[in-house]
């Protein structure tokens, strides 16, 4: 599912016009963006956890030279999927299975 079809699908969930679910949707990756870019750490409860994750400065290689390379430390957005979603996701892939 791209951008355009979860507008679409929360449009047709809750009677809003496109233009409207387009703002809630993009209005929502704000908030979450911003309150991630502050180190904040964003809990939905049955949904998920949004937080950042400190990755060290560690030392690679060039795969096709072999040279090591630096590579520097950052900070990752990271999705901990919540129990109620896992399940909601775990019943449908048995479904598709069987």
Wanted: charged content about 30%; cysteine-free.
């Amino acid at each position: 599912m791209n951008k355009n079809e979860l507008i679409a699908e929360v449009a047709d969930k809750t009677d809003l016009t496109k233009a409207k679910a387009a703002e809630a949707i993009d209005a929502f990756i704000a908030v979450i963006s911003k309150a991630l870019s502050k180190g904040d750490e964003i809990r939905l409860v049955g949904f998920g956890t949004f937080a950042v994750v400190h990755r060290k400065a560690t030392e690679g290689r060039n795969p096709r030279t072999g040279a090591v390379i630096k590579i520097a430390a950052s900070n990752k957005p990271k999705f901990k999927p919540g129990k109620a979603l896992t399940e909601v996701v775990n019943k449908t892939s048995k479904k598709k299975a069987a």
